[in-house]
């Protein structure tokens, strides 16, 4: 269908080959691509810069969640910075990010730390504030009677079904950031393939790179809602 | 296997509410109890009346405003593993396997897993669910829920079990078998319990004495102790004899309760 669309925007308008190209020619230039192996290592790249800067940002605002949803007090203490710093767009940091850390790696995994962090957050909150008191009552009379077992045995695994929600929500969001963040600053990852691709007037590697993080977003939401129903417990 | 009971004594326990326009509500006027070791102790009252406020004190959820629970010499300052609870919405963990919530409370206590496991199945055959004790929970019907917990509370020994209206929402035929099933596991380890419905039959069934609580502010209106042996048959004369009396002592309480609902109403 998009292909169809595709050919006849090409046949109507008879753009120049470097600005659309035909999507054979995108096709082979795909398939150059994929044979040389370039793909893969942008592919890759780009991905372990998501992947570390998505568990660093699990590790905080996982826990910071918990302390948050379970301790009226603390999120008192707390809300207010998450509000002011949350509808800053995580691409507005790229700047700042540039500015502190350079164009390396821990510029771009800061920013899509960023473009994680709130839905993540934000979940795990929700999550814990969703649970049934009376299961809370039920691990205390259990042997639950400290705060570290109850948060452990209880409130998390009770919370699990919305912090995956959010780690799948988080994981799009941090993948539309790496590659603003690469479209910027980078020698290397998806973003920066379509931001030579521009450079170079190739169009068709610009396309490729495009195909390229529809297809990836698409895999990674099927398998975290795979692990969605593994982890459903809360909704039956 | 019997682990021990324990005595439980509520002294002068009373409780106010902040109401949300910042009035006191009195829930709970002083209330005593002397509960053997052992005892099966039902308290029946309408509803609203501080039944379920009272039985959360004893779990620890809640902080008296007067008054003292003991449970043998020690006082109730918390929740503990020694006082089991079974809630009438269940309380099962959703993300561990039926035989796993029996064996939380055991794994809480240190049981190494494999006796962890033996005792876990052992509850579990009790209340005849070992063939589902790899099962999820929401593979099972309210009334196998409900058995579930009751093993859950059971099997780490505590001395004192709680049961808020634990068959409140099951259906008629499946609440007389659990019955029946409750009252086979405690007279096997006399556990001392404290049960709280508003179903007049269900106390009769199953109470050692009954504790009929008057309308809000609660208090203990009567003690009666039933002297029927087990099994009970509803249908027995001696049965409806008790029940006539139960149940005139609750209308009685529940035209008062009303009457206090229709003055909250115009105040």
Redesign the interface.
């Known amino acids: 269908m998009i292909v169809i669309v595709w050919q006849l925007v090409i046949a109507l308008f008879r753009p120049h080959v470097s600005l659309l190209p035909p999507p054979v020619l995108a096709a082979s230039e795909f398939w150059t691509l994929f044979a040389s192996g370039e793909l893969f290592v942008h592919t890759g790249i780009s991905l372990a810069r998501v992947f570390s800067a998505w568990m660093i940002t699990g590790a905080i605002a996982i826990p910071l969640g918990l302390a948050m949803g379970w301790s009226h007090r603390f999120e008192q203490i707390v809300d207010p910075f998450v509000e002011i710093f949350r509808p800053i767009s995580p691409l507005a940091w790229i700047p700042l990010a540039i500015l502190w850390f350079g164009i390396g790696e821990a510029g771009k995994v800061f920013v899509v730390c960023v473009a994680t962090f709130f839905p993540t957050l934000l979940s795990t909150i929700a999550g814990v504030k969703r649970i ?1 008191p ?2 809370v ?9 400290d705060q570290p ?1 109850l948060l452990r ?2 409130i998390f ?2 919370a ?1 079904p919305s912090i995956v929600v959010g780690l799948r929500i988080s994981f799009g969001t941090g993948w539309a950031a790496i590659i603003a963040a690469e479209l910027v600053a980078a020698r290397s990852g998806l973003g920066y393939l379509i931001a030579n691709g521009m450079e170079i007037l190739r169009a068709d590697k610009v396309l490729v790179g495009m195909a390229m993080i529809g297809i990836l977003g698409v895999c990674f939401d099927a398998f975290f809602r795979f692990l969605n129903r593994r ?1 459903a ?2 909704e ?1 | 296997m019997t682990g021990s009971s324990k005595p439980l004594s509520v002294r002068g326990i009373t409780k106010t509410y902040q109401s949300k326009t910042g009035a006191p509500v009195r829930a709970l006027q002083p209330i005593n109890l002397e509960i053997a070791a052992g005892e099966f102790l039902v308290i029946v009252g309408p509803s609203g009346c501080g039944k379920s406020t009272l039985l959360n004190i004893l ?3 809640g902080e008296p405003s007067g008054g003292e629970a003991r449970v043998g010499d020690a006082r109730i300052t ?4 020694d ?3 079974v ?1 009438q ?1 269940y ?5 561990l396997s039926v035989v796993g919530n029996v064996e ?2 055991l794994e ?2 240190r049981v190494p897993r494999r006796e962890r496991r033996e005792i876990a199945m052992e509850y579990l055959r009790m209340v005849g669910l070992q063939d589902f004790a790899e099962r ?3 593979e099972l019907s309210g009334g196998m829920k409900q058995r579930v917990a009751i093993a ?2 059971f099997a ?1 020994q ?1 001395s004192i079990i ?1 049961m808020d209206e634990p068959f409140g929402a099951l259906d008629a035929l499946t609440r007389r078998f659990l019955q029946g099933q409750l009252l086979r596991i405690w007279q096997q380890h006399k556990k001392t319990v404290v049960f709280v419905t508003h179903s007049v039959p269900e106390a009769i069934t199953l109470a050692d004495r009954i504790a009929v609580m008057t309308a809000r502010p609660g208090r203990i209106r009567k003690m009666t102790a039933v002297d029927l042996s087990h099994p009970r048959e509803a249908t027995s004369d001696r049965f409806r004899d008790s029940e006539r009396e139960l149940y005139a002592e609750l209308d009685e309480e529940l035209a008062r309760s009303f009457a206090v609902e229709a003055g909250d109403l115009i105040a």
């Open positions: 049934d009376v299961l009552h039920a691990g205390q009379v259990l042997g639950c009677t077992s045995k209880v695994p009770a699990l982890f417990w809360g039956a | 779990a620890g959820f918390g929740p503990d593993i006082r089991g609870m809630f919405s309380a099962l963990f959703p993300w939380f409370g809480r206590k999820g929970i929401n859950r509370a780490p505590p709680l």
